[in-house]
């Protein structure tokens, strides 16, 4: 295996040309994803640019690309793995591109709620579980085995409108935003949602109250998101009169309920491309996004939603020197940093990944 050490004395340009030469010898036997808020010097290189549940897909169909090298984190790698066709392998070039909002829910804590609940309810006959997409496959594997499901960012009020027809009460993980803000879309009131605390017994709630709401959310959230505050709408909305506000639905209820709009990586492109030249943006969502959008459309006023940098550090992991050394590591006939998901848990969590293709 080459040493990786040896990639953070190379230039820019150096990086440049060798990622370029090691993709054209690897051809179509290898295939680079992109996620949307991959740093610019590693998106540039993507095969396929996306959201993590698209570029899953989109992988899996490209039967020529033995190697699936997912520039994104822990997680994305671990979908592309359990969609992946047989013959592929994934490759994640840095191992430790994690996700802080995935680490907040694991499969014992998620366990212990579901006694917990079971306690007082017919969790089984009560209860659909739910997982983002942002979580670890075990936890997908989790709704597979209990009839519950996988959401994104873009469905999740349909996924949600799906269970409460199947189902009164809805366990939702590990995104309390985005869990709140879509069940609420679809006319559920605050007062009928809790939070679930898994550091505490019945997560901090009691009996009574967890069996009248019909939404209990997982403790859990996105660094990058809940850094975006009321007060930053309303500062770019007075120093910019009918300036638009778009946002990511893992921010705030309340900031998503200011905005003009919310949707996933993919809305938030599409509704700023697709507006009128002179148009005044303000994105809540990760900053390599939002200066990707400012260097394409320099004839909109694109604003990032935030005073500070809002930048996902784990994903900013995945660099142009990891990039090479797992290229020319692949060029050199040596796999590295291989995302393999257990073939007991690909098989419950492709259940939960595949009821969520049905539904939407």
């Given amino acids: 295996m080459l040493p990786l050490e040896p990639y953070y004395e190379l230039s820019d340009a150096d990086l440049d040309r060798r990622i370029a030469i090691a993709k054209q010898a690897l051809g179509s036997a290898c295939v680079i994803l992109g996620h949307h808020y991959q740093r610019e010097e590693v998106y540039k290189f993507a095969d396929l640019t996306g959201d993590s549940l698209k570029l899953s897909r989109l992988a899996s169909q490209r039967a020529d690309a033995r190697y699936i090298v997912f520039c994104g984190v822990h997680f994305m790698a671990e979908v592309a793995d359990i969609l992946s066709a047989p013959g592929q392998t994934v490759i994640l070039p840095d191992l430790a591109a994690g996700c802080s909002m995935a680490d907040m829910a694991d499969l ?4 212990s709620a579901w006694r917990q609940l079971g306690e007082i309810l017919d969790v089984d006959g009560l209860v659909t579980p739910i997982t983002y997409v942002n979580s670890m496959a075990d936890l997908k594997a989790f709704c597979g085995d209990h009839n519950g499901v996988v959401c994104t960012s873009s469905n999740a009020t349909r996924i949600l409108e799906w269970a409460f027809s199947q189902r009164e009460k809805v366990l939702f993980f590990p995104d309390q935003h985005l869990g709140r803000v ?5 006319g559920v009131s605050l007062d009928e949602m809790v939070l679930w605390d898994p550091t505490r017994p019945l997560g901090g709630s009691d009996p009574e109250t967890l069996r009248r709401a019909k939404v209990i959310l997982w403790d ?9 505050q009321p007060a930053h709408v309303e500062l770019f909305r007075a120093r910019h009169p009918g300036i638009r506000v778009i946002v990511h639905p893992e921010c705030s209820f309340e900031v998503c309920q200011m905005a003009d709009l919310r949707g996933s990586t993919e809305l938030i492109q599409k509704s700023v491309r697709e507006s009128p030249s002179g148009s005044v943006w303000a994105v809540g969502t990760e900053l390599n996004l939002v200066n990707r959008l400012k260097h394409e459309m320099p004839d909109k006023e694109i604003h990032f939603l935030c005073p500070t940098i809002c930048m996902c550090s784990t994903m900013f992991r995945i660099d142009a020197q990891h990039l090479c050394w797992t290229l020319e590591n692949l060029q050199a006939g040596e796999v590295v940093n291989v995302i393999s998901v257990a073939s007991e848990v690909a098989a419950p969590a492709r259940v939960a990944l595949e009821r969520m293709l049905a539904i939407v």
Avoid: K
């Fill in 108 to 111: 014992p804590r998620v366990e």
């Fill in 220 to 228: 859990g959230y996105c660094s990058v998101h809940q850094m975006f």
């Fill in 182 to 186: 879509s069940a609420h879309a679809l």
